[in-house]
């Protein structure tokens, strides 16, 4: 009897072995097909990364070309604030219009992007773009400030309601949406 216990269990344990054996080898298998199969993920992974990644370089770089030419444009009418500057400091207030300043005329401020460039009766700068600046039309407006020209000089502040993304042109500007008028609503200035 203890034989065929003996056997049987010898027999039995030879069957388990077969079992695990077999269960490795097919495992072993399954798992050499997969890591092919993530393998090839992963491949496919860093080619649409790299795709990715050169579609957001083209995209960049088209949009840091416009913001090149407003930022060009911006510098060149330094001069205007210039002139408006001197104007102020000679007659104690900012021109109402170009001509006041010695300025040529707003149509003769002509850039890569800029279309004109308009003093204002405040003083300030009116900076018309065309479409190859992203808005066809659009506007920047250079405010001159003089509440403290006695000690710190005329200061200038930017700002546009036109370039949500002003700030790749010029870090110092200011972006403020514009407010959607409201039919029937009463104007700002409307009293209660």
């Not at 203890?2 to 039995?12: K, M, N």
Request: overall charge neutral; glycine content about 8%.
């Amino acid at each position: 009897m203890r034989t065929v216990a003996a056997v049987f269990a010898s027999a039995l344990l030879a069957a388990a072995l077969v079992l695990v054996a077999y269960r490795f080898l097919i495992g072993d298998r399954q798992w050499q097909q997969l890591s092919g199969e993530v393998s090839a993920l992963k491949d496919e992974q860093q080619r649409m990364r790299k795709t990715l990644d050169e579609s957001h370089e083209a995209l960049a770089a088209s949009a840091d070309e416009g913001s090149l030419r407003m930022r060009e444009d911006l510098q060149a009418v330094a001069g205007m604030r210039v002139a408006i500057v001197e104007y102020y400091q000679t007659n104690g207030k900012l021109p109402a219009q170009q001509a006041d300043a010695g300025l040529p005329a707003p149509d003769r401020y002509r850039g890569k992007t800029l279309k004109s460039a308009t003093v204002a009766s405040d003083g300030s700068i009116d900076l018309v773009f065309d479409a190859t600046s992203g808005v066809d039309g659009g506007r920047i407006r250079l405010v001159a400030d003089t509440t403290q020209a006695d000690a710190m000089g005329v200061r200038w502040r930017c700002e546009t309601t036109d370039y949500p993304q002003i700030k790749r042109v010029s870090p110092l500007c200011e972006y403020t949406p514009k407010t959607p008028k409201i039919a029937g609503a009463p104007a700002a200035s409307d009293g209660p």
